[in-house]
């Protein structure tokens, strides 16, 4: 088992440029999320999902937008990116949390910088 | 909306002393409560958590927590603290309403000295 990957681990964009994360996980989870990580801000939920084919809002989703064409993928993308946007994204996964094996599984990050 | 809060940003320690990281909620239902760790240029691993039932729940490397109603808290402690032990602590809090999300306090590093 692989668990929550992520893929690329780092990149560097500049302002306006245009980017996809990809986050896999193999645990047949429903829910799947993504997070940003900055200094003192502990996490942030950017946007989730709880099945194929549904995206919600989280905390801080502007700027963002996401895709769950698949189960196991949960894409995240950078329409226009900005300076703002530099941050370290998680992904995570989970089974419902009315499950008693309810924990979120993190994938090892990705550090974007923007330029 | 349910918050957390993690009153110390940095806590150093020296290995072998005991730990204690504190972690208040503002809910007004029971909510689920978890303690993760994360290393340095890691992602995140679950310590323990709280649904229900015993208040003192028991995780992994040692780790424990103890859910007071009262107080609002879930203070995450260790006995004696080894150097691998220095991480980020985070506090999280789920409530069991609609598609229920974590919130995240905004983390605790632990720096242990010799």
């Known amino acids: 088992n692989a668990g929550v990957t992520q893929t690329p681990k780092f990149r560097v964009l500049k302002t306006g440029q245009s980017m996809t994360l990809l986050c896999a996980q193999d645990m047949n989870h429903e829910y799947m999320y993504w997070y940003r990580q900055d200094p003192g801000m502990g996490l942030r939920l950017i946007h989730y999902?709880?099945?194929?084919?549904?995206?919600a809002k989280g905390e801080v989703p502007d700027g963002y937008n996401v895709s769950r064409l698949k189960k196991q993928n949960f894409l995240l993308g950078l329409e226009s990116a900005a300076p703002s946007q530099t941050s370290v994204y998680f992904c995570?996964?989970?089974?419902?949390?009315?499950?008693?094996?309810?924990?979120?599984?993190f994938g090892p990050g990705t550090r974007l910088t923007v330029t | 909306a349910q918050s957390v809060t993690q009153p110390d940003i940095h806590i150093t320690v020296s290995e072998g002393a005991s730990l204690e990281l504190r972690c208040n909620y503002s809910?007004?239902?029971?909510?689920?409560l978890f303690w993760y760790v994360q290393s340095p240029g890691q992602g995140l691993q679950l310590l323990l958590k709280?649904?229900?039932?015993?208040?003192l729940v028991q995780g992994i490397k040692g780790f424990e927590a103890e859910f007071k109603r009262s107080q609002s808290s879930f203070n995450l402690r260790k006995p004696s603290v080894h150097w691998s032990d220095a991480a980020e602590y985070f506090c999280?809090?789920?409530?069991?309403?609609?598609?229920?999300?974590?919130?995240f306090g905004k983390g605790t590093m632990l720096l242990v000295s010799p």
């Open positions: 809910y007004g239902a029971t909510p689920y």
């Open positions: 999280a809090v789920a409530v069991l309403s609609g598609y229920s999300t974590l919130t």
């Open positions: 709280y649904f229900s039932g015993d208040t």
């Open positions: 995570a996964s989970s089974l419902p949390l009315t499950s008693a094996a309810y924990e979120q599984y």
């Open positions: 999902s709880v099945g194929e084919g549904t995206t």
